[in-house]
């Protein structure tokens, strides 16, 4: 099909919710994607962080084909070998000591978040909810709810759960808003859609200490920053501080829809039989995807990878900030970093599509970077020149704004 067939039929008869780049993807291999017509692109942003282990990575492409062929679904109603031994690969993943030994798998971040939620709720007997500011937890109520961004919130603002939202990574702000009435604190240990933030150690210790002291839970979001992202495999790892609640989605399966919650014994002995579930929770196929996906992180070093291919790709960035006028900073942590520009950052993002590059917004002037996990040195510094000769360069003001 031609980019304006596809354009067409997408733009006839999909919702329209979706801002949508012009550019048809019609294949990938590791951290490249190809178009229609055959041109190569970096996916600098492993496409929201959901390719960790790369494109089409022929493990998991193995696993998915082979359990495709013996059992694509059966219901979390019966017991199933990949389901077991996927839920004891994820319990063995989790920080040393956390105890996060259950999992509720789920389809995506938002029910993970949403099932967060409701275990809270149901561990704590109290409904009262603590999220940060920029916080992104997703579009599902509840999760929407705990999601900070009003663009996000006003079409469904009366429906939506009640959530206090405190400045990140300020512990004082935090201690003011935690109280008795407190079911849960959730928090990103390094927010991505809010503009990659990483919360620093003494923040996230502080959280841990007010939960337990007013007895609430505490819940780690490491949809994005999980899985190796950061160079360790949990970001709160860095920080020696677990939750009670931990939920995972994006890469966990290798592309195919997958979320989870994590959680301590306690939590998961305070949810009533029925009291939560799913159709697809912990189906067969995505079960074998997700032991792939963990096989491939381990025995491939990507977690190690990422640290050190990370440290340079935040060097790189933040030279690029000290050097260029328009640089305001580079942060971030591992392979999930950010150049913040002192100007609009989407006419730079379309330039770099034209150099063949695909990086991400997160919010108006921050350029997210989240490759995936198998990028060569070779590839981040194309990614990285490009950048530099786009924002040396003059570019045009035109182009739609891209989501993020
Ligand atoms: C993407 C994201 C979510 C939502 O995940 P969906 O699968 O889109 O529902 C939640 N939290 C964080 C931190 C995310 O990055």
Known sequence: MSLDQVRHLEQRFGSGVYPQRDLLIVRGLGAVLWDEKGRAYLDMGANYGVANVGHCHPKVVAAITQQAQRLIYVSPTFLNDQRALMLQRLASTMPAGSGLVRAFPCNSGAEANEAAVKFAVAATGRTGLVAAKRSYHGRTLAALGLTFNPKYRSVVRDLIPKVTHVTYDDPEALKGAVSKETALVILEPLQGE????????????????????????????????????????????????????????????????????????????????????????????????????LDVLEHDHLIEHAAHEGAHLLFSLRRLADELPIGREGRGMGLMCALELRKKCSPYLNALVGAGIIALPAGATVIRFLPPLVISREQLDEAIGALERVLRSEVSESGGDAEG
């Open 194 to 293: 809010g503009g990659i933030h990483v919360a620093s150690a003494e923040y996230l210790r502080t959280a841990r200490d007010l939960c337990i002291d007013h007895g609430a839970l505490l819940a780690f979001d490491e949809v994005q920053c999980g899985l190796g992202r950061t160079g360790r495999m949990w970001a709160c790892e860095h920080a020696k501080v677990s939750p009670d609640l931990l939920s995972l989605s994006k890469s966990i399966a290798g592309g195919l829809p997958m979320g989870a919650l994590m959680m301590t014994e306690q939590v998961a002995a305070a949810m009533p039989k029925t009291g939560h579930g799913s159709t697809f929770s912990g189906n067969p196929l995505t079960a074998a995807a997700a032991l792939a996906v």
